[in-house]
């Protein structure tokens, strides 16, 4: 791994101290897609664990405020 690599990797919480102490990646949210249901589900970490913060179905309309601004509409996502 370069060194450019490494630093970029520790500016975003991977590798470093993060690692050597065994704590997963600091990812604050994750929006995860049922591909089945076509559901959205958006989880936030707390600690050590996520925590889920919305669920959203086809018809219904996902807004988020934070990390980013944005408007989801699962139909959407898939064909």
């Given at each position: 791994?370069?060194?450019?690599?490494?630093?970029?990797?520790?500016?975003?919480?991977?590798?470093?101290?993060?690692?050597?102490?065994?704590?997963?990646?600091?990812?604050?949210?994750?929006?995860?897609?049922?591909?089945?249901?076509?559901?959205?589900?958006?989880?936030?970490?707390?600690?050590?664990?996520?925590?889920?913060?919305?669920?959203?179905?086809?018809?219904e309309?996902?807004?988020?405020?934070?990390?980013?601004?944005?408007t989801?509409?699962?139909?959407?996502?898939?064909?």
């Amino acid at each position: 791994m370069t060194t450019n690599r490494r630093l970029k990797d520790q500016q975003r919480g991977f590798g470093g101290t993060h690692r050597r102490q065994g704590h997963a990646a600091s990812i604050p949210w994750y929006l995860l897609v049922e591909q089945e249901s076509l559901s959205l589900y958006l989880y936030q970490r707390q600690g050590f664990h996520y925590v889920e913060r919305s669920v959203t179905r086809p018809g219904e309309v996902l807004e988020l405020t934070e990390p980013v601004k944005a408007t989801i509409r699962p139909e959407e996502l898939l064909p």
